[in-house]
């Protein structure tokens, strides 16, 4: 069964600074990982995503991600965080290509990003 | 291009009472899929349909719970008899075609049901 994890309900990190924010995930198969954010009452939108190739994803608002097989992570980082990235971070795999039925979100992570 | 629009954006009902979220998907979308986001929560799916269709709804609670995608017209998630529990944030999302596209879905801002 296809699942992903988020072990952190809460990253707080000072503006300026790296952040990090930690998925891992459980799949049969090759992996589809995604990354989207929602801001307080709004929906998803989509960051990037890793479906192959480089394991260094790049995606949107200077947001990347790295894809680690062995460590089976897609862990969200950006050099420098602002305090507008504060918000509600989802991490997602999809069960196989073309399967967007069965796509499976975390429970989300909120990044607080202090002044 | 319209994204992906859903209404009510809010809506409150007493228990016992139906409630009904529309789902319009992007423009030359013909996929849409339902989510659940219960407070503090995930996202849950729920259902996905086609056109006329309902392709897989493994997430839908047995009872009380029904959605359509008609030929004409939005995607309606329909709540017959609500409860407490069926509290919650309702996001519609929408793809151009099974895996199609670029591969991400596309959300609308959500229907937030409130029951009393």
């Known amino acids: 069964a296809q699942s992903v994890a988020q072990p952190e309900d809460q990253v707080n990190v000072a503006e300026g600074n790296p952040l990090t924010v930690k998925c891992t995930y459980s799949?049969?198969?090759?992996?589809?990982l995604f990354w989207y954010v929602q801001y307080p009452n709004r929906g998803l939108q989509f960051l990037l995503k890793?479906?192959?190739?480089?394991?260094l994803v790049k995606g949107s608002y200077g947001f990347e991600a790295e894809f680690n097989k062995s460590q089976t992570s897609f862990h969200l980082k950006k050099p420098s965080a602002l305090v507008s990235d504060s918000a509600l971070y989802f991490c997602a795999v999809m069960g196989g290509p073309y399967n967007f039925n069965k796509f499976y979100f975390g429970s989300g992570t909120k990044l607080n990003v202090k002044p | 291009n319209a994204g992906v629009m859903q209404n009510p954006r809010h809506l409150v009902r007493r228990r016992g009472q139906e409630a009904r979220l529309r789902c319009s998907p992007m423009?030359?979308?013909?996929?849409v899929y339902w989510y659940r986001q219960l407070p503090e929560e995930g996202l849950k799916f729920m259902v996905y349909?086609?056109?006329?269709?309902?392709?897989?709804e493994s997430g839908m609670p047995k009872e009380r719970f029904s959605a359509e995608f008609p030929k004409e017209g939005p995607s309606i998630l329909r709540i017959q008899q609500v409860v407490r529990g069926d509290s919650a944030a309702y996001f519609c999302?929408?793809?151009?075609?099974?895996?199609?596209?670029?591969?991400?879905?596309?959300f609308g801002e959500g229907s937030r049901l409130t029951v009393l």
């Open positions: 999302a929408s793809s151009p075609r099974q895996g199609g596209g670029t591969g991400e879905l596309f």
């Open positions: 890793y479906i192959t190739g480089d394991n």
């Open positions: 349909l086609q056109k006329e269709n309902i392709i897989d």
């Open positions: 799949v049969s198969g090759n992996p589809y």
């Open positions: 423009k030359g979308h013909s996929h």
